[in-house]
């Protein structure tokens, strides 16, 4: 984004020294096409780096989702209190895959310019169903083993 702001920025700042000197109605044409050219790849940039964002996560949410399903046949392996609470940490690190595929969603709806806002959250929300999955197949392991 802000290398958007500072190419626009040299853009204007060129038209303002192509109208301070006595250039061509060619030149001043040629300027602008540059101009429109520079704008539209920063356009084309941040729509690829938003598409290239949007599909990082899907694949991490991919590998996590094979990890989920294998946690859950685990789960459903042990017995008693183990597999109550084992459950529970379950059912919470769906919620919080459905909160962030639900983020995720939003992202995509998103314009080009402001989908950023959202962008750090679904990292945030990215690492943390990573940090609840990686804690429950440790407790998964961890009951299993004893």
Known sequence: MKRIIILISAILIAFVFMGCSEKSEKEMS??????????????????N?????????EEQMTKLESNMEELKSKI?????NAKSELQKKWED??????SLENDLEELRAR??????????????QLDSLKDSSSNLKKEVGGNSDS
């Open 49 to 57: 780096s938003k598409t290239g964002f949007v599909n990082n996560v």
């Open 93 to 98: 690190l769906k919620k919080e895959k459905k």
């Open 76 to 80: 459903n392996n042990e017995s008693g």
């Open 30 to 47: 040629q300027v602008k096409e540059e101009a429109q050219e520079v704008i539209k790849s920063a356009q084309k940039d941040l729509k």
């Open 111 to 124: 314009s080009k310019k402001n989908w950023q806002e959202l962008k750090d959250g679904v990292n945030d």
